[in-house]
C-alpha cells in the first residue's frame, strides 16, 4: 500500500537554526499538506500545497515558514529562524484530490525538538 | 466551518462494541463527516466518512440521523489495539472550498483487557 514517508523521524536543533523537514507525498496526489501537532494538542494545519503554489496557509505560518516541492517527489518544510515554541510533532500529508472530505494521507511525522 | 462536540475519553473492554457520538450542531448542507483515528506518535489515519444515513467499511460504522446534527463512530468488537484517539471532523464542500482538516481534541478511546 503506498504510504507518505519524512525524514528524519526526529530533529534536534538550536534556537535561530535553520531546519528542512522532508516528505514524499505519494506519487499521484496532487495536494500536498503540513500540519503540526504540540505535544498534548490538537493537530494544526499549517499550509496546502498545489501546482507548485500554496493554495491555503494559516496564520501559524508566518514568513518563518516555506516550503517547496524541488522535484517530482520531495515536499518540504523550511523553517528559517526556530524558536522555542516550534517545538512539536510535524506530519506532511498528501490527497488525490482537493476538498477536505477527501481522503488524506498522512506520513509518520518527524519531531522537533528546539533547544 | 462546523464545530464538533465529542467526549474527551472513553474506556472500553476487549470484545466489545464502542459507539463514540459527535454533535455538529451547525452543519451545512455541503458537509461531510469523517473521522480520523491517530495512534500515539503517529499521523492521523482516515477510518471512515459519510453524508447521511449508514456507511459501513471493513473497520467501522458510521450512523447519521436525518437532521445530520450528530453522527455516531461504531467499531465493532474492539481489541488492545484500537487504543487511540478518534476525531470527527466536518468539512464544508465546493468549488473554491479550503482543504485543511480541522481537528478538535478528539475522543481518546482506552480498550482494556
Known amino acids: 500500500e503506498p504510504e507518505v514517508t519524512q525524514t528524519p523521524s526526529h530533529q534536534v536543533t538550536q534556537m535561530g537554526q535553520e531546519v528542512i523537514l522532508r516528505c514524499v507525498p505519494i506519487?499521484?496526489?496532487?495536494?500536498f499538506y503540513w500540519y503540526r501537532q504540540i505535544l498534548g494538542q490538537k493537530v494544526e494545519f499549517l499550509v496546502s500545497?498545489?501546482?507548485?503554489?500554496?493554495?491555503?496557509k494559516s496564520e501559524i505560518f508566518d514568513d518563518q515558514f516555506s516550503v517547496e516541492r524541488p522535484d517530482g517527489s520531495n515536499f518540504t518544510l523550511k523553517i528559517r529562524s526556530t524558536k522555542l515554541e516550534d517545538s512539536a510533532m510535524y506530519f506532511c500529508?498528501?490527497?488525490?484530490?482537493?476538498?477536505?472530505?477527501?481522503?488524506?494521507?498522512f506520513g509518520p511525522g518527524t519531531r522537533l525538538t528546539v533547544l | 466551518l462546523a464545530k464538533t462536540t465529542q467526549p474527551i475519553s472513553m474506556d472500553s473492554y476487549e470484545g466489545q462494541e464502542v459507539n463514540i457520538t459527535c454533535s455538529h450542531n451547525?452543519?451545512?448542507?455541503?458537509?461531510?463527516i469523517t473521522w480520523y483515528q491517530q495512534f500515539p506518535s503517529q499521523g492521523p489515519r482516515f477510518i471512515i466518512q459519510g453524508y447521511k444515513t449508514k456507511v459501513t467499511n471493513e473497520v467501522a460504522s458510521l450512523f447519521i440521523p436525518a437532521d445530520r446534527k450528530s453522527s455516531t463512530l461504531s467499531l465493532p468488537r474492539v481489541s488492545l489495539s484500537d487504543t487511540a484517539v478518534y476525531y470527527c471532523l466536518v468539512g464544508d464542500s465546493g468549488g473554491g472550498a479550503t482543504n485543511k482538516l480541522i481537528f478538535g481534541t478528539g475522543t481518546l478511546l482506552a480498550v482494556q483487557p
Open positions: 500529508a498528501s490527497s488525490l484530490l482537493a476538498g477536505p472530505y477527501n481522503e488524506q494521507f
Open positions: 451547525n452543519i451545512a448542507t455541503n458537509d461531510y
Open positions: 500545497f498545489y501546482n507548485n503554489e500554496i493554495s491555503e
Open positions: 506519487s499521484n496526489h496532487l495536494y
